[in-house]
């Protein structure tokens, strides 16, 4: 049983080799390249992510990067109102892919449905009018940047996103960027944990158990 186990338990944590694209290694640094590929291990195993790197060390373009590697055909970015462009710029510097961009700035904006990547901020998403534009397409992959702004489970603009009818549900893949994921206490990040890693949670515990247990 024990050689059996740690077998798994070797298989599980165990890097899947990548290659990473010649345009990208001039881009990334040593870590940066290290980091794509433990993404890409996590994609290749079924896992959601969380990438907690300190601020200013490049979680936009490693996640950019692994856009790239699973050649999705429609991604949805939530990020704050002052970093969309930004992301806009990181992905054209990466992808190789011929994407339609579209930024979303204000609540009168309609979706574009044609467009690849979809960027919006989570300030917007609280609104009916965005929210239900956004619910009604499918995504390859969702990505939560500065995902601490979703750790209060009673803000709308964590309904909007993490309940059984928010945006979640519409994505093959989440995943989530984040310096700071627990910002005050230990319970701030079962919300996180819950939608990356459902198989790891729901099974074992609930919010409650959570809270007493770590918290």
Same mark, same amino acid.
């Given at each position: 049983?024990?050689? &059996? ?7 599980? @944590?165990?890097? $899947?080799? %990548? ?5 990208? @290694? !001039? ?5 940066? +390249? $290290? !980091? ?11 896992? !959601?992510?969380? %990438?907690?790197?300190? %601020? ?5 373009? +490693? ?35 011929? #994407? ?14 044609? &467009?690849?990547?979809? *960027?919006?901020?989570?300030?917007? *998403? *609280?609104? =009916? ?12 992959? *969702? ?9 209060? %489970? ?20 989440? #995943?989530?960027?984040? !310096? ?6 230990? =319970?701030?990040? /079962? ?12 099974? /074992?515990?609930? #919010?409650?158990? #959570?809270?007493?247990? /770590?918290?």
């Amino acid at each position: 049983y024990d050689a &059996a186990f740690a077998r798994v338990l070797n298989d599980f @944590t165990k890097p $899947v080799e %990548m290659t990473v694209p010649t345009a990208l @290694t !001039g881009e990334l640094r040593p870590y940066q +390249q $290290v !980091g794509l590929r433990w993404l890409w291990t996590n994609v290749s195993k079924g896992f !959601g992510s969380c %990438m907690a790197d300190d %601020m200013g060390l490049g979680k936009t373009i +490693q996640a950019a990067g692994l856009i790239d590697r699973i050649k999705a055909k429609r991604v949805l970015i939530l990020t704050l109102a002052s970093l969309k462009i930004n992301w806009e710029r990181e992905i054209r510097d990466v992808v190789h892919q011929d #994407y339609k961009y579209q930024i979303l700035f204000k609540v009168a904006d309609k979706v574009d449905e044609s &467009a690849n990547v979809i *960027i919006c901020n989570y300030d917007l *998403i *609280i609104h =009916k009018a965005i929210k239900s534009q956004l619910t009604k397409l499918h995504y390859d992959v *969702i990505i939560l940047d500065e995902a601490h702004n979703l750790s209060n %489970m009673e803000a709308q603009r964590s309904k909007n996103v993490y309940s059984n009818t928010g945006l979640i549900r519409c994505a093959d893949r989440v #995943y989530a960027l984040t !310096g700071t994921p627990v910002r005050n206490r230990p =319970k701030d990040f /079962y919300i996180m944990l819950k939608v990356l890693a459902p198989e790891c949670i729901e099974p /074992y515990t609930n #919010y409650e158990d #959570y809270v007493v247990r /770590y918290c």
